[in-house]
Protein backbone atom coordinates (compact mmCIF):
# COMPACT_ATOMS: atom_id res chain seq x y z
CA UNK A 1 0.00 0.00 0.00
CA UNK A 2 1.20 3.59 -1.17
CA UNK A 3 1.34 6.53 1.16
CA UNK A 4 -0.92 9.02 0.02
CA UNK A 5 0.48 12.79 -0.55
CA UNK A 6 -1.78 15.55 -0.47
CA UNK A 7 0.14 18.12 -2.02
CA UNK A 8 -1.52 18.40 -5.84
CA UNK A 9 -5.14 18.10 -4.14
CA UNK A 10 -4.39 21.23 -1.96
CA UNK A 11 -2.90 23.21 -4.69
CA UNK A 12 -6.09 22.30 -6.57
CA UNK A 13 -8.32 23.46 -3.43
CA UNK A 14 -6.03 26.68 -2.73
CA UNK A 15 -6.60 27.40 -6.50
CA UNK A 16 -10.51 27.14 -6.62
CA UNK A 17 -11.06 29.21 -3.52
CA UNK A 18 -9.59 31.80 -5.78
CA UNK A 19 -13.59 32.46 -6.49
CA UNK A 20 -13.31 33.88 -2.92
CA UNK A 21 -10.80 36.19 -3.73
CA UNK A 22 -13.57 37.52 -6.66
CA UNK A 23 -16.06 38.42 -3.92
CA UNK A 24 -13.83 39.89 -1.62
CA UNK A 25 -11.74 42.25 -4.74
CA UNK A 26 -15.24 43.19 -5.86
CA UNK A 27 -16.93 44.56 -2.49
CA UNK A 28 -13.53 46.09 -1.59
CA UNK A 29 -12.97 48.07 -4.86
CA UNK A 30 -16.44 49.33 -5.36
CA UNK A 31 -16.47 51.25 -1.92
CA UNK A 32 -13.34 53.44 -3.26
CA UNK A 33 -15.12 53.94 -6.36
CA UNK A 34 -17.89 55.93 -4.52
CA UNK A 35 -15.86 58.86 -3.84
CA UNK A 36 -13.63 59.19 -6.80
CA UNK A 37 -14.37 62.24 -8.35
CA UNK A 38 -14.53 61.02 -11.87
CA UNK A 39 -16.87 58.15 -10.84
CA UNK A 40 -18.75 60.51 -8.54
CA UNK A 41 -19.30 63.14 -11.78
CA UNK A 42 -19.75 60.37 -14.32
CA UNK A 43 -22.63 58.56 -11.89
CA UNK A 44 -23.87 61.21 -9.62
CA UNK A 45 -26.74 64.00 -9.91
CA UNK A 46 -25.70 67.82 -10.34
CA UNK A 47 -27.23 70.11 -6.84
CA UNK A 48 -28.51 73.46 -7.18
CA UNK A 49 -24.45 74.63 -6.86
CA UNK A 50 -23.87 72.12 -9.69
CA UNK A 51 -21.32 70.17 -7.88
CA UNK A 52 -21.93 66.14 -8.19
CA UNK A 53 -22.85 63.77 -5.97
CA UNK A 54 -23.90 60.40 -5.45
CA UNK A 55 -26.68 60.45 -3.29
CA UNK A 56 -27.50 57.51 -0.77
CA UNK A 57 -29.87 55.77 -3.07
CA UNK A 58 -27.30 55.73 -6.08
CA UNK A 59 -25.08 54.46 -3.93
CA UNK A 60 -27.03 51.70 -2.54
CA UNK A 61 -28.07 50.56 -5.92
CA UNK A 62 -24.68 50.45 -7.57
CA UNK A 63 -23.33 48.32 -4.14
CA UNK A 64 -25.87 46.20 -3.60
CA UNK A 65 -26.98 44.97 -7.04
CA UNK A 66 -24.01 42.96 -6.81
CA UNK A 67 -25.26 41.32 -3.65
CA UNK A 68 -28.90 40.47 -5.74
CA UNK A 69 -26.67 38.82 -8.32
CA UNK A 70 -25.06 36.89 -5.70
CA UNK A 71 -28.07 35.87 -4.37
CA UNK A 72 -29.43 34.16 -7.73
CA UNK A 73 -26.37 32.71 -8.78
CA UNK A 74 -26.06 30.96 -5.47
CA UNK A 75 -29.17 29.13 -6.21
CA UNK A 76 -28.71 28.69 -9.79
CA UNK A 77 -25.32 26.59 -9.44
CA UNK A 78 -27.13 23.99 -7.76
CA UNK A 79 -28.67 23.07 -11.06
CA UNK A 80 -25.66 23.70 -13.10
CA UNK A 81 -23.49 21.69 -10.65
CA UNK A 82 -25.36 18.48 -11.46
CA UNK A 83 -26.11 19.03 -15.05
CA UNK A 84 -22.68 19.89 -15.83
CA UNK A 85 -20.44 18.61 -12.99
CA UNK A 86 -18.53 20.70 -10.23
CA UNK A 87 -16.01 21.83 -12.67
CA UNK A 88 -18.12 22.61 -15.93
CA UNK A 89 -19.93 25.11 -13.48
CA UNK A 90 -16.58 26.46 -11.81
CA UNK A 91 -15.41 27.15 -15.37
CA UNK A 92 -19.51 28.59 -16.33
CA UNK A 93 -20.09 31.08 -13.29
CA UNK A 94 -16.16 32.47 -14.09
CA UNK A 95 -17.13 33.22 -17.49
CA UNK A 96 -20.54 34.69 -16.31
CA UNK A 97 -18.47 37.18 -13.89
CA UNK A 98 -15.73 38.20 -16.25
CA UNK A 99 -18.94 39.21 -19.38
CA UNK A 100 -20.14 40.98 -15.98
CA UNK A 101 -17.05 43.06 -15.44
CA UNK A 102 -16.49 43.66 -18.67
CA UNK A 103 -19.95 45.32 -19.05
CA UNK A 104 -19.01 47.15 -16.01
CA UNK A 105 -15.50 48.65 -16.87
CA UNK A 106 -17.11 49.81 -20.77
CA UNK A 107 -19.64 52.02 -18.84
CA UNK A 108 -19.03 55.64 -20.04
CA UNK A 109 -22.44 57.30 -17.91
CA UNK A 110 -24.97 55.01 -18.04
CA UNK A 111 -26.03 53.88 -14.38
CA UNK A 112 -28.44 51.24 -15.51
CA UNK A 113 -25.09 49.73 -17.76
CA UNK A 114 -22.69 49.31 -14.57
CA UNK A 115 -25.67 48.20 -12.24
CA UNK A 116 -26.56 45.43 -14.83
CA UNK A 117 -22.83 44.65 -14.84
CA UNK A 118 -22.66 43.97 -11.53
CA UNK A 119 -25.86 42.38 -11.34
CA UNK A 120 -24.18 39.54 -14.11
CA UNK A 121 -20.67 39.43 -12.19
CA UNK A 122 -22.93 38.48 -8.90
CA UNK A 123 -24.17 36.08 -10.56
CA UNK A 124 -20.98 34.79 -11.09
CA UNK A 125 -19.68 35.53 -7.81
CA UNK A 126 -22.37 33.90 -5.31
CA UNK A 127 -22.39 30.34 -7.88
CA UNK A 128 -18.44 30.27 -6.98
CA UNK A 129 -19.26 30.78 -3.51
CA UNK A 130 -21.61 27.40 -3.12
CA UNK A 131 -19.22 25.82 -5.61
CA UNK A 132 -15.85 26.04 -3.51
CA UNK A 133 -17.15 24.65 -0.55
CA UNK A 134 -18.59 21.89 -2.72
CA UNK A 135 -15.51 20.93 -4.75
CA UNK A 136 -13.35 21.14 -2.07
CA UNK A 137 -15.59 19.12 0.42
CA UNK A 138 -15.18 16.72 -2.51
CA UNK A 139 -12.06 16.59 -3.54
CA UNK A 140 -9.67 18.29 -0.41
CA UNK A 141 -8.34 15.54 2.44
CA UNK A 142 -10.49 14.41 4.82
CA UNK A 143 -8.38 16.19 7.46
CA UNK A 144 -8.07 19.65 5.90
CA UNK A 145 -11.43 20.04 4.92
CA UNK A 146 -11.92 22.33 8.07
CA UNK A 147 -8.64 24.28 7.26
CA UNK A 148 -9.39 24.31 3.51
CA UNK A 149 -13.28 25.88 3.85
CA UNK A 150 -11.51 28.80 5.88
CA UNK A 151 -8.77 29.28 2.90
CA UNK A 152 -12.46 30.35 1.47
CA UNK A 153 -13.05 33.26 3.69
CA UNK A 154 -9.13 34.05 3.58
CA UNK A 155 -9.16 34.61 0.05
CA UNK A 156 -12.26 36.82 0.06
CA UNK A 157 -10.15 38.82 2.98
CA UNK A 158 -7.28 38.70 0.35
CA UNK A 159 -9.25 40.24 -2.42
CA UNK A 160 -10.75 42.83 -0.35
CA UNK A 161 -7.25 44.07 1.07
CA UNK A 162 -5.51 44.10 -2.80
CA UNK A 163 -8.68 46.26 -3.61
CA UNK A 164 -8.01 48.68 -1.21
CA UNK A 165 -4.63 48.75 -2.30
CA UNK A 166 -5.52 49.85 -5.84
CA UNK A 167 -7.84 51.87 -4.88
CA UNK A 168 -5.55 53.82 -2.98
CA UNK A 169 -2.93 53.54 -5.88
CA UNK A 170 -5.15 54.58 -9.02
CA UNK A 171 -7.15 57.48 -6.84
CA UNK A 172 -5.42 60.18 -7.60
CA UNK A 173 -5.31 59.89 -11.33
CA UNK A 174 -7.23 62.02 -13.43
CA UNK A 175 -10.13 61.19 -15.82
CA UNK A 176 -12.14 57.81 -15.62
CA UNK A 177 -8.58 55.46 -15.52
CA UNK A 178 -8.71 56.09 -11.54
CA UNK A 179 -12.44 53.86 -11.54
CA UNK A 180 -11.66 51.95 -14.75
CA UNK A 181 -8.11 50.32 -14.14
CA UNK A 182 -9.36 48.95 -10.36
CA UNK A 183 -12.49 47.49 -11.82
CA UNK A 184 -11.03 46.50 -14.93
CA UNK A 185 -8.70 44.29 -13.21
CA UNK A 186 -11.77 42.28 -12.49
CA UNK A 187 -11.17 40.50 -16.06
CA UNK A 188 -7.81 39.13 -15.20
CA UNK A 189 -9.50 37.50 -12.18
CA UNK A 190 -12.22 35.79 -13.92
CA UNK A 191 -9.78 34.62 -16.73
CA UNK A 192 -7.37 33.24 -14.15
CA UNK A 193 -10.11 30.93 -13.10
CA UNK A 194 -11.05 30.21 -16.53
CA UNK A 195 -7.60 28.87 -16.86
CA UNK A 196 -8.68 26.03 -14.78
CA UNK A 197 -10.38 24.33 -18.16
CA UNK A 198 -6.58 23.02 -18.91
CA UNK A 199 -5.55 21.20 -15.32
CA UNK A 200 -8.75 21.12 -12.79
CA UNK A 201 -10.12 17.57 -12.44
CA UNK A 202 -13.48 16.50 -12.33
CA UNK A 203 -15.20 16.06 -9.11
CA UNK A 204 -14.40 12.20 -8.38
CA UNK A 205 -17.78 12.04 -6.49
CA UNK A 206 -19.83 13.64 -9.52
CA UNK A 207 -17.96 11.30 -11.59
CA UNK A 208 -18.98 8.58 -10.26
CA UNK A 209 -22.42 9.73 -9.68
CA UNK A 210 -22.54 10.01 -13.03
CA UNK A 211 -21.36 6.51 -14.19
CA UNK A 212 -17.46 7.24 -14.80
CA UNK A 213 -15.93 5.02 -12.69
CA UNK A 214 -12.81 4.37 -14.30
CA UNK A 215 -12.29 8.57 -14.52
CA UNK A 216 -13.42 9.08 -11.00
CA UNK A 217 -10.33 6.12 -10.02
CA UNK A 218 -7.59 8.15 -12.48
CA UNK A 219 -8.57 11.25 -10.29
CA UNK A 220 -8.25 9.73 -6.62
CA UNK A 221 -5.03 8.14 -8.05
CA UNK A 222 -4.01 11.52 -9.24
CA UNK A 223 -4.87 13.83 -6.29
CA UNK A 224 -3.13 11.07 -3.61
CA UNK A 225 -0.33 10.83 -5.84
CA UNK A 226 -0.94 7.05 -6.16
CA UNK A 227 -1.38 4.25 -8.73
CA UNK A 228 -4.86 3.46 -10.21
CA UNK A 229 -4.31 -0.27 -8.13
CA UNK A 230 -3.20 1.13 -4.95
CA UNK A 231 -5.51 -0.19 -1.75
CA UNK A 232 -5.92 3.74 -0.84
CA UNK A 233 -7.06 4.46 -4.01
CA UNK A 234 -9.55 1.32 -4.28
CA UNK A 235 -11.01 2.06 -0.80
CA UNK A 236 -11.48 6.01 -1.50
CA UNK A 237 -14.06 5.07 -4.16
CA UNK A 238 -15.47 2.33 -2.07
CA UNK A 239 -16.29 4.90 0.29
CA UNK A 240 -17.99 7.63 -2.03
CA UNK A 241 -19.96 4.63 -4.20
CA UNK A 242 -21.47 4.38 -0.72
CA UNK A 243 -22.37 7.54 0.07
CA UNK A 244 -24.00 8.29 -3.44
CA UNK A 245 -26.38 4.82 -2.87
CA UNK A 246 -27.28 6.72 0.60
CA UNK A 247 -27.60 9.71 -1.01
CA UNK A 248 -30.17 8.33 -3.79
CA UNK A 249 -32.02 6.24 -1.07
CA UNK A 250 -35.33 7.11 -1.82
CA UNK A 251 -35.07 8.81 -4.98
CA UNK A 252 -33.82 11.87 -6.06
CA UNK A 253 -33.28 14.83 -2.82
CA UNK A 254 -36.05 17.72 -3.17
CA UNK A 255 -35.19 20.81 -1.80
CA UNK A 256 -38.17 21.07 1.09
CA UNK A 257 -36.12 17.80 2.17
CA UNK A 258 -33.88 20.28 3.25
CA UNK A 259 -36.48 21.38 5.85
CA UNK A 260 -38.26 17.73 7.02
CA UNK A 261 -38.14 15.97 10.33
CA UNK A 262 -35.77 13.09 8.92
CA UNK A 263 -32.34 13.37 10.81
CA UNK A 264 -33.75 17.00 12.02
CA UNK A 265 -32.38 18.49 8.76
CA UNK A 266 -34.80 21.54 9.41
CA UNK A 267 -32.93 22.60 12.42
CA UNK A 268 -29.88 22.40 10.37
CA UNK A 269 -30.86 23.65 7.63
CA UNK A 270 -31.92 26.89 9.56
CA UNK A 271 -29.01 26.79 11.78
CA UNK A 272 -26.90 27.20 8.61
CA UNK A 273 -28.81 30.28 7.16
CA UNK A 274 -29.14 31.45 10.41
CA UNK A 275 -25.30 32.18 10.97
CA UNK A 276 -25.21 33.66 7.13
CA UNK A 277 -27.82 35.77 8.55
CA UNK A 278 -26.17 36.58 11.57
CA UNK A 279 -22.84 36.70 9.99
CA UNK A 280 -24.22 39.72 7.64
CA UNK A 281 -25.46 41.71 10.19
CA UNK A 282 -22.21 41.69 12.09
CA UNK A 283 -21.29 45.23 10.86
CA UNK A 284 -18.23 44.55 8.83
CA UNK A 285 -19.80 44.85 5.75
CA UNK A 286 -20.76 48.49 6.53
CA UNK A 287 -17.21 49.44 6.69
CA UNK A 288 -16.23 47.43 3.55
CA UNK A 289 -18.68 48.64 1.64
CA UNK A 290 -18.71 52.59 2.99
CA UNK A 291 -15.94 52.50 4.69
CA UNK A 292 -14.16 55.11 2.60
CA UNK A 293 -17.56 57.62 2.50
CA UNK A 294 -18.08 57.13 6.53
CA UNK A 295 -14.34 57.44 7.51
CA UNK A 296 -14.18 60.64 5.54
CA UNK A 297 -17.09 62.24 7.30
CA UNK A 298 -15.30 61.05 10.86
CA UNK A 299 -12.76 64.40 10.00
CA UNK A 300 -9.70 61.93 10.39
CA UNK A 301 -6.46 63.44 9.17
CA UNK A 302 -5.79 60.51 7.05
CA UNK A 303 -6.65 59.55 3.87
CA UNK A 304 -10.38 57.35 4.00
CA UNK A 305 -8.39 55.15 1.15
CA UNK A 306 -5.56 54.51 3.59
CA UNK A 307 -8.15 53.65 6.47
CA UNK A 308 -9.45 51.25 4.11
CA UNK A 309 -6.07 49.59 3.24
CA UNK A 310 -5.28 49.54 7.00
CA UNK A 311 -8.63 47.50 7.66
CA UNK A 312 -7.98 44.90 4.62
CA UNK A 313 -4.35 44.02 6.22
CA UNK A 314 -6.37 43.81 10.03
CA UNK A 315 -8.87 41.23 7.83
CA UNK A 316 -6.15 39.41 6.82
CA UNK A 317 -3.89 39.18 9.79
CA UNK A 318 -7.15 37.98 11.29
CA UNK A 319 -8.19 35.56 9.15
CA UNK A 320 -4.49 33.63 9.07
CA UNK A 321 -4.74 32.78 13.24
CA UNK A 322 -8.46 31.21 12.25
CA UNK A 323 -6.83 28.52 9.96
CA UNK A 324 -5.71 27.04 13.60
CA UNK A 325 -7.87 28.10 15.91
CA UNK A 326 -11.07 26.83 14.08
CA UNK A 327 -9.60 22.95 14.64
CA UNK A 328 -8.20 24.08 18.36
CA UNK A 329 -10.73 26.57 20.17
CA UNK A 330 -13.89 24.72 17.82
CA UNK A 331 -16.86 26.67 15.91
CA UNK A 332 -18.91 27.01 18.89
CA UNK A 333 -16.06 28.89 20.87
CA UNK A 334 -15.48 30.87 18.09
CA UNK A 335 -18.93 32.42 16.98
CA UNK A 336 -19.58 33.15 21.19
CA UNK A 337 -16.34 35.38 21.82
CA UNK A 338 -16.47 37.00 18.14
CA UNK A 339 -20.25 37.98 19.05
CA UNK A 340 -19.02 39.87 22.55
CA UNK A 341 -16.31 41.28 21.27
CA UNK A 342 -17.67 42.54 18.09
CA UNK A 343 -20.38 43.77 20.02
CA UNK A 344 -18.24 45.84 22.64
CA UNK A 345 -16.30 47.80 19.66
CA UNK A 346 -19.83 47.88 18.02
CA UNK A 347 -21.38 49.78 21.18
CA UNK A 348 -18.41 52.01 21.71
CA UNK A 349 -17.87 53.12 17.87
CA UNK A 350 -21.42 53.87 17.67
CA UNK A 351 -21.91 55.74 20.89
CA UNK A 352 -18.46 57.64 20.40
CA UNK A 353 -19.43 58.85 16.98
CA UNK A 354 -23.15 60.14 17.48
CA UNK A 355 -21.77 62.17 20.64
CA UNK A 356 -18.22 63.25 19.88
CA UNK A 357 -18.36 63.67 15.35
CA UNK A 358 -19.35 67.06 13.75
CA UNK A 359 -22.20 67.28 11.44
CA UNK A 360 -21.43 65.87 8.24
CA UNK A 361 -20.13 68.38 5.24
CA UNK A 362 -18.72 70.27 8.11
CA UNK A 363 -15.43 71.96 6.41
CA UNK A 364 -12.06 70.37 8.37
CA UNK A 365 -11.13 73.55 9.29
CA UNK A 366 -13.80 73.77 11.87
CA UNK A 367 -13.32 70.69 13.16
CA UNK A 368 -12.56 71.10 17.01
CA UNK A 369 -10.34 68.80 18.65
CA UNK A 370 -13.11 66.77 20.24
CA UNK A 371 -14.34 66.13 16.81
CA UNK A 372 -11.04 64.54 15.90
CA UNK A 373 -10.43 62.71 18.67
CA UNK A 374 -13.98 61.24 18.33
CA UNK A 375 -12.89 60.73 14.49
CA UNK A 376 -9.80 58.41 15.61
CA UNK A 377 -11.50 56.52 18.64
CA UNK A 378 -13.79 55.18 16.05
CA UNK A 379 -11.54 54.08 13.80
CA UNK A 380 -9.88 52.59 16.04
CA UNK A 381 -12.67 50.38 17.24
CA UNK A 382 -13.72 50.04 13.74
CA UNK A 383 -10.17 48.24 13.23
CA UNK A 384 -10.93 46.10 16.10
CA UNK A 385 -14.10 44.99 15.08
CA UNK A 386 -13.18 44.16 12.00
CA UNK A 387 -10.11 42.16 13.31
CA UNK A 388 -12.36 40.19 15.74
CA UNK A 389 -14.88 39.63 12.54
CA UNK A 390 -11.97 37.90 10.61
CA UNK A 391 -11.00 35.47 13.83
CA UNK A 392 -14.43 34.50 14.70
CA UNK A 393 -17.31 35.60 12.33
CA UNK A 394 -15.70 35.38 8.96
CA UNK A 395 -14.60 31.84 8.70
CA UNK A 396 -16.70 30.03 10.98
CA UNK A 397 -20.26 30.21 9.48
CA UNK A 398 -18.55 28.61 6.06
CA UNK A 399 -17.02 25.76 7.50
CA UNK A 400 -20.18 25.01 9.71
CA UNK A 401 -21.96 25.16 6.37
CA UNK A 402 -19.69 22.80 4.87
CA UNK A 403 -19.94 19.87 7.47
CA UNK A 404 -23.44 19.81 8.82
CA UNK A 405 -25.22 17.97 6.15
CA UNK A 406 -25.98 14.87 4.98
CA UNK A 407 -24.05 14.05 1.51
CA UNK A 408 -27.78 13.71 0.06
CA UNK A 409 -28.98 17.35 0.21
CA UNK A 410 -25.29 18.67 0.95
CA UNK A 411 -25.62 20.52 -2.43
CA UNK A 412 -29.25 22.44 -1.92
CA UNK A 413 -28.60 23.08 1.92
CA UNK A 414 -25.11 24.58 0.94
CA UNK A 415 -26.69 26.73 -1.60
CA UNK A 416 -29.77 27.92 0.72
CA UNK A 417 -27.30 29.01 3.08
CA UNK A 418 -25.11 30.79 0.57
CA UNK A 419 -28.08 32.51 -0.84
CA UNK A 420 -29.01 33.46 2.54
CA UNK A 421 -26.27 35.21 3.41
CA UNK A 422 -25.98 37.24 -0.23
CA UNK A 423 -29.79 37.98 0.66
CA UNK A 424 -29.00 39.76 3.40
CA UNK A 425 -25.77 41.18 1.98
CA UNK A 426 -27.93 42.95 -0.90
CA UNK A 427 -30.17 43.99 1.69
CA UNK A 428 -27.66 45.18 4.14
CA UNK A 429 -25.78 47.52 0.64
CA UNK A 430 -28.76 48.90 -0.35
CA UNK A 431 -30.52 50.20 3.26
CA UNK A 432 -27.23 50.87 4.87
CA UNK A 433 -26.51 53.95 3.76
CA UNK A 434 -30.10 55.13 3.51
CA UNK A 435 -29.51 54.30 7.16
CA UNK A 436 -26.57 55.77 8.26
CA UNK A 437 -27.88 59.39 6.50
CA UNK A 438 -30.17 59.41 8.89
CA UNK A 439 -28.74 58.29 11.88
CA UNK A 440 -25.40 58.66 11.33
CA UNK A 441 -22.79 56.35 13.29
CA UNK A 442 -25.79 55.21 15.63
CA UNK A 443 -26.29 52.61 12.65
CA UNK A 444 -23.56 50.47 14.39
CA UNK A 445 -26.37 49.84 17.23
CA UNK A 446 -28.30 47.83 15.27
CA UNK A 447 -25.09 45.76 14.17
CA UNK A 448 -24.36 46.01 18.18
CA UNK A 449 -27.89 44.12 18.47
CA UNK A 450 -27.94 41.89 16.26
CA UNK A 451 -24.45 40.35 17.73
CA UNK A 452 -26.08 40.31 21.37
CA UNK A 453 -28.68 38.18 19.50
CA UNK A 454 -26.02 36.30 17.51
CA UNK A 455 -24.17 35.29 20.60
CA UNK A 456 -27.86 33.92 22.70
CA UNK A 457 -28.68 31.90 19.35
CA UNK A 458 -25.16 30.44 18.83
CA UNK A 459 -26.15 29.46 23.00
CA UNK A 460 -29.09 28.50 22.71
CA UNK A 461 -29.06 26.41 19.00
CA UNK A 462 -25.55 25.87 17.69
CA UNK A 463 -23.39 22.53 18.76
CA UNK A 464 -20.20 21.95 18.19
CA UNK A 465 -19.31 20.01 15.37
CA UNK A 466 -15.20 20.22 15.12
CA UNK A 467 -14.04 16.39 14.54
CA UNK A 468 -17.32 14.78 13.90
CA UNK A 469 -18.28 12.96 10.43
CA UNK A 470 -21.15 13.69 9.00
CA UNK A 471 -22.50 10.35 9.99
CA UNK A 472 -21.83 11.60 13.61
CA UNK A 473 -23.50 15.11 13.48
CA UNK A 474 -26.60 12.88 12.25
CA UNK A 475 -26.83 11.15 15.77
CA UNK A 476 -25.96 13.93 17.56
CA UNK A 477 -28.68 16.01 15.88
CA UNK A 478 -30.99 12.60 16.29
CA UNK A 479 -30.23 12.95 20.18
CA UNK A 480 -31.12 16.01 20.81
CA UNK A 481 -28.20 16.60 22.45
CA UNK A 482 -28.29 20.77 24.07
CA UNK A 483 -25.70 22.91 21.91
CA UNK A 484 -24.30 23.67 25.72
CA UNK A 485 -23.22 20.23 26.31
CA UNK A 486 -22.66 19.14 22.87
CA UNK A 487 -18.32 19.81 23.08
CA UNK A 488 -18.56 16.79 26.05
CA UNK A 489 -20.65 14.86 23.42
CA UNK A 490 -19.31 11.75 21.95
CA UNK A 491 -20.82 8.99 19.39
CA UNK A 492 -22.17 5.94 20.52
CA UNK A 493 -21.94 4.03 17.25
CA UNK A 494 -19.65 2.76 15.09
CA UNK A 495 -20.53 4.33 11.76
CA UNK A 496 -19.00 1.45 9.08
CA UNK A 497 -19.41 0.07 5.53
CA UNK A 498 -18.79 -3.29 4.99
CA UNK A 499 -18.06 -4.51 1.31
CA UNK A 500 -16.40 -7.39 -0.40
CA UNK A 501 -15.50 -8.66 3.23
CA UNK A 502 -13.91 -5.66 4.30
CA UNK A 503 -14.91 -3.40 7.01
CA UNK A 504 -13.98 0.79 6.17
CA UNK A 505 -14.86 3.39 8.27
CA UNK A 506 -16.83 6.17 7.32
CA UNK A 507 -15.53 9.57 8.00
CA UNK A 508 -15.40 12.83 6.82
CA UNK A 509 -13.56 14.88 9.37
CA UNK A 510 -12.18 13.19 12.62
CA UNK A 511 -8.81 13.85 14.21
CA UNK A 512 -6.98 11.12 15.87
CA UNK A 513 -7.78 12.27 19.57
CA UNK A 514 -11.30 12.07 18.69
CA UNK A 515 -11.18 8.65 16.91
CA UNK A 516 -9.44 7.17 20.01
CA UNK A 517 -12.37 8.44 22.04
CA UNK A 518 -15.14 6.88 20.06
Same mark, same amino acid.
Request: proline share 4%; hydrophobic share 45%.
Given at each position: ?G???N????????????????????????S?????D?FV?R?????????????????S??????????????????????R?????????????F??????????VR??VQ????R???????G?????????N?E??P?AM?G #? !??? @??? &??? $?????I *????? %? =? /?????G??????????? #? !??G @?I? &??? $?F???? *????? %? =? /????D???R????L????ED???? &??? $?E?L????R?????????WME?F?????L???????????F?Q??????????????????A?T?M??Y???????????A?T????Y????W???????T???????????????????LA?????A???????????????????L?????S?????????????????????????????????????????????????????????????????????????E????S??????????????W?S???R?S???I?E????????????D???????
Amino acid at each position: MGVPTNFRAILLATFVAFGGFLFGYDIGVISGCLIMDDFVDRFGEADSSGVFTLSPSRQSIITSLLSAGTFVGALAQAFTSDRFGRRGSILIWSAVFTVGTAIQTATVRSLVQITIGRFIAGLGVGAMSAIVPLYNGETAPKAMRG #M !LLV @LYQ &LQI $IIGIFI *SYIID %L =G /THTIKGSASWRIPVGLQ #M !LWG @LIL &LSG $IFFLPE *SPRHL %L =G /TGKEDEARRVVAELNSLPEDDPVV &LET $IEELEYGIRAENEGGKATWMECFSERNKLWKRTLNGMMLQFIQQLNGQNFYYYYGDTFFKSAGTNMSPYAIQAILGGVSVAGTVPALYLIETWGRRNSLLTGSLMEAVCALIAGLVGHFTLAPAGTPADQLTKRNRQGGDTLIAFAVLHVFSFSVFWGPTPWVYLGESFPLRVRPKAIALGSATNWLWNFLLGFFSPRIANDIGPLILLIFFGMLVFGYVYVYLFIPETKGLSLEEVDEMYRAEIKPWNSSKWRPSEKHIHEKAGTTTEVREEKDTKDADSV
